[in-house]
């Protein structure tokens, strides 16, 4: 209990030095009839300073080197033409095209025609005047 009214005294004088010494600064220790005249002898401003001159050198200019790209080791390829083949696939999956020609493939094909062809049975396409 002792403690806690120890602690309780030493923030309030803690907080009553901040209070006369942070938020009221106009409270001095100086008289007024010493500090009116003091307030008097303040030195006149410093004179007026002018900008020094600001030179700016030129700034030298350099040509980059001209760097030529590196020459491919590996030629690029053309466009690889694929001939166009009934029931075939081309498979890019390997980055080159291949052409197959599987019953699978024609199976799929042949489903997905049928496909297609039942949804499109009652539909009619009517031209813009």
């Known amino acids: 209990m002792k403690t806690r009214l120890l602690w309780i005294a030493i923030l309030a004088v803690g907080?009553?030095?901040?209070y006369f010494g942070i938020s009221r600064p106009q409270v001095s220790a100086i008289p007024s009839q010493l500090r009116d005249p003091l307030a008097d002898l303040k030195p006149p401003g410093p004179p007026p300073l002018e900008p020094p001159v600001l030179v700016i050198p030129p700034v030298p200019t350099i040509t980059p080197p001209i760097i030529r790209p590196a020459a491919r080791i590996d030629p690029i390829l053309g466009r690889v033409e694929v001939p166009i083949?009934?029931?075939?696939?081309?498979?890019?999956?390997?980055?080159?095209?291949?052409?197959?020609?599987?019953g699978k493939d024609q199976e799929?094909?042949?489903?997905?025609?049928?496909?297609?062809?039942?949804?499109?049975?009652?539909t009619t396409i009517e031209a813009k005047k």
């Not at 999956?93 to 291949?98: F, R």
Request: proline letters at 3%.
């Open 15 to 18: 907080f009553t030095a901040l």
């Open 108 to 122: 799929a094909l042949e489903s997905a025609l049928k496909e297609m062809a039942e949804a499109l049975k009652g």
């Open 85 to 102: 083949q009934n029931g075939a696939t081309i498979d890019f999956s390997t980055g080159a095209p291949v052409v197959k020609i599987q």
